[in-house]
């Protein structure tokens, strides 16, 4: 167990949340009182790890299944940023990912020869952005950034390694998530699968794996512009080319961490949902991780071009 990523954040005024309650069927609201002696205020919210404790101003200390680390770690991001704090609930809600500060430009297409596709891969990118009624790899970006949105808040290592006011790296961050969508743009292509929502996830870790990962280098996914674009900004197509292999195993090792964290709460979650017929060897395959909360995002990556 680790306890990296430790957020400490005390509700002065008392902190009401929403909890299930079989008599009405539905979330009736209640403030979050101490466990041993009732108080309701100057309750401290501990996030640690993937746990999250509570501490009352008499220091008893107690759980709270409604009140999980990744709620805790979003509070602390609405706090810093100065928004309006609200209990999240269960749910994500806050998308803690940074945003690289650089300029979005998409790189030209190299001269004839060097880095281009195949005729086939062109055609399977066709087929692809239909099924996925946006292109590929605007798809394979939106899913991974919604791999780093679920895994951020609710892994204490992710978050100190990838959230800068803890001390992470943003552009670690920016990398990581896109090394997860080359890895499902390529796995998608080597499988010949069309809609990204259908690609088991443990192919995408597959292509991330040390020994493996170099390969994702040289892929180049295709804008549909009629200047014949990279789908990848100039800024990205640099460091493809010339980042250290220290840097890059590190990216690919942290793309790994974001979709093992990933699969791990899509069978958690499926355990309870299917019960008997859980089978702990089924693939996770991405549709398996939509939140009904969490929108998609297809525009992040390229907004100037
Ligand atoms: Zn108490």
């Not at 950034?145 to 552009?171: C, E, M, Q």
């Not at 990279?230 to 840097?247: G, K």
Request: glycine share 6%; aromatic share 6%.
């Amino acid at each position: 167990m680790t306890e990296a990523g430790e957020v400490r954040l005390t509700a002065e005024c008392g902190l009401v949340i929403g909890r299930y309650t079989p008599e009405v069927a539905g979330e009736l609201e209640e403030p979050v009182s101490c466990p041993s002696c009732g108080a309701t205020t100057g309750i401290t919210l501990i996030a640690f790890g993937r746990d999250a404790r509570l501490l009352c101003g008499e220091g008893h200390e107690w759980a709270d299944d409604h009140i999980p680390a990744s709620a805790v770690r979003q509070m602390m991001h609405l706090v810093t940023t100065g928004q309006p704090v609200v209990f999240p609930g269960v749910h994500l809600q806050v998308m803690l990912q940074p945003v690289l500060d650089e300029p979005h430009t998409l790189a030209k297409m190299p001269p004839d020869g060097e880095g281009t596709q195949s005729s086939e891969q062109d055609w399977w990118e066709i087929r692809a952005g239909v099924a996925n009624h946006v292109p590929v790899f605007t798809e394979c970006l939106n899913q991974a950034r919604k791999l780093a949105f679920r895994a951020l808040p609710g892994d204490g290592d992710l978050y100190a390694r990838l959230y800068p006011s803890a001390g992470g790296s943003a552009l670690d961050a920016h990398m990581s998530v896109l090394l997860a969508a080359l890895a499902m743009y390529q796995a998608s292509y080597l499988t010949r699968v069309e809609r990204i929502r259908e690609l088991p996830l443990a192919d995408v870790a597959a292509l991330l794996r040390p020994g493996r990962s170099a390969a994702l280098r040289k892929v180049r996914p295709l804008a549909v512009d009629p200047d014949q674009h990279v789908h990848l900004r100039v800024t990205d197509i640099d460091r493809l080319e010339t980042s250290s292999p220290d840097d890059w195993d590190r990216w690919a090792r942290t793309a790994t961490d974001l979709v093992a964290y990933n699969i791990e709460i899509a069978h958690r979650w499926l355990k309870v949902l299917q019960q008997d017929r859980y089978d702990p060897d089924q693939d996770i395959r991405v549709f398996r991780l939509d939140d009904r909360v969490f929108e998609d995002d297809t525009t992040w990556y390229a907004t100037v071009r």
